[in-house]
């Protein structure tokens, strides 16, 4: 198992312990010594690094070490003939490697590192009194190391740490490279952050290619007056804008299976896989006969079992729903409404500028309570595995969002029909929102990193420990005291994809639902996205710490949001151009409401027979499936047959003798 012995080794997991006062003198009761000593037994690669106020054990696995562990958790993974097997370290050649020749993903690598790490159990015949900076710890027979010591503050963190030299070379051809615009290394970025970040990224790049078109038209429209043909421009490209729309989402899934056909995606990187503490837990063995006996006797009761979890889930999730939209129409709605109204009858500039800077503080508040409001009604629902938690969470919070972000919008649309003002809380949203929500996103981070430099330099200086200037010089302690890629809304099912995506989704609705009230929207949109890939980049590389892959491989329920926001989109526009066509609101069905109205009928009839006729998987990709699944066939017959030959042929032996 040697792909280079030259290779380098790349430490990938950092853990923090507080920097101690008093040495042990018997190291074999230090808890960092022990603590050291137990990584380089199940196979770690260690070094020690005493920073200004913390110590840090940085890891490395060889590739035996995490071929052991892969086999322990069996994880499956892509052979060369297209069979996903279970990984063996012996069969190592036959399996496929990734796009940078290592055997492991990144979301591979991350679990086998945590299964090693917490994995370590007191396995002696008697308890261990370990100590750490004067305090006794007693490691009981069979308790898990990691958790005892996490339980008494001494361990403080366990986290993944970014490799410098992919690093570096992200940041000069990703990050920095601005003059390709929407163009990413891709199968990179999947190698270094797992499939989730990098399918976000394909996402960004794919949708930021295809707004150059409505933004080129609807730059012509601003910037063309075309008089009394302006009635008739505004429905074609209402029109144009919603087939776009709904061949964006249709491309897109193309390509996400394209994406996951090309990469060697594992069972890890797709479900809901976490690390085994005390390994995997065997059946006890029975007779075939009286296991059979137990079945048939036990099927109707666990069917039953089964439909009462399926029903009790379902219904779960069906009153958590229920209670998040009665909470957003009894309470955001009149809140909101209240809002827009004071906002359209206040003729002072100042008292508005005073009543929206009250406003966004208090839907900040709003939305935080509703989030973990969502996050707690969650986890009593009957999901799945993780992500169908992720995606309930991000139905329930988008729900606030939209609330928030479209009803003042609705209101001067739909109910005062003042285009003037419609515009111009449409331009705030996309130039000031997201222009101001683009810095606090990346200037936020860097101020918390700042300031928990400070606080370290402050806390030394206070003890008297430091007389000169404090350096950090340890990239480890540097990249422990930036801050984590963490969604908005807490830590427990999301991270800060959600916070992205979310962007994107409420961006994609503004544009979409009210594109004929203001064509260049879609201009501010493509430039904010091509500055948006690199920020984002850049905050990932530099500013925040890396992150934990995620088990997924598509955008999940935000595919759903988007296809959501095509609907609504339809039915907005053609009433925007219904009250464009119908100024004095005598709603008489005239020739121009007529053809409003059978166009947003043949448009929604489009929009699901779409998907009939542009399939979701490209070909290559339907034949690649059906050729590993013939020679899945093909090698489980090969196989049966040989074991029947085998069979007979002891059997003929047998009979002969």
Known sequence: MN??????????????????????????????????????????????????????????????TLGRAAAELQIKKRTHIGMDLLFEVEEVEAFVKQPDGSIFSWCERFQCYCHLIYGIVNNSKSAKVLKFDGKEVNWEIGENLILKLESENIVKQVFPLHDEKKRKKLLSSWALHWWHFTNQPIDEIYTYYGAKIAIYFAFLGMYTRWLLFPAAFGLTLQLIDFGSLKLVVLPVFFVMVILWAIMFSQFWKRKNSALLARWPISSVDITDGGYKITGRKESSWQPPMELMKVLESDRIKEKEAFQKSEWLGRFMRFRNDAFIIFSIICLQLPFELAYAHLYEILDSDIIKFVLTAVYLFAIQCITKMGGKVSVKLIMKENNENTEKRADSLVYKVFGLYFMQTYIGIFYHALLHRNFSTLRQVLIQRLLLSEVLENLL?????????????????????????????????????????????????????????????????????????????????????????????????????????????????????????????????????????????????????????????????????????????????????????????????????????????????????????
Not at 12 to 33: T, Y
Request: aromatic letters at 10%.
């Open 441 to 657: 996103e990346n200037s936020l981070p860097y101020l918390k990193y700042t300031y928990k430099k400070y606080r370290v330099r402050h806390k030394k200086r206070a003890t008297g420990e430091a007389r000169e200037k404090i350096q950090f010089t340890s990239r480890v302690e540097k990249e422990y005291l930036k801050p984590p890629y963490s969604a908005s809304i807490g830590e427990d099912l999301e991270d800060g994809l959600f916070d992205d995506f979310l962007e994107l989704a409420l961006q994609f609705g503004m544009i979409l639902m009210f594109a004929c009230a203001f064509p260049p929207a879609f201009v501010f949109a493509a430039v904010n996205n091509i500055m948006e890939i690199r920020t984002d980049a850049l905050k990932l590389l530099a500013i925040l710490r890396r992150p934990v892959p995620r088990a997924a491989a598509t955008v999940g329920a935000w595919l759903n949001i988007f296809q959501f926001l095509i609907l609504m989109s339809i039915c907005t526009n053609c009433a925007l151009l219904a009250w464009l066509y119908d100024e004095k609101g005598k709603w008489k069905i005239e020739p121009g409401l007529a053809a409003i109205l059978i166009m947003e009928h043949v448009l929604l009839l489009i929009k699901f027979g779409f998907s009939r006729f542009v399939p979701e998987e490209p070909a290559w990709v339907r034949a690649t499936r059906a050729k590993r699944n013939t020679q899945a066939q093909d090698m489980c017959s090969k196989k049966l047959l040989r074991t029947i030959s085998g069979v007979d042929r002891n059997f003929g032996e047998k009979k002969l003798n």
């Open 3 to 64: 792909e280079d012995e030259n290779e380098e080794r790349v430490f990938e997991m950092g853990v923090v312990i507080p920097r101690r006062v008093i040495q042990e003198k018997d190291e074999s009761c230090d808890c960092a010594h022990v603590l050291v000593k137990e990584f380089e037994k199940v196979g770690f690669e260690v070094e020690r690094v005493i920073g200004i106020a913390d110590e840090f054990i940085k890891l490395a696995a060889p590739l035996e």
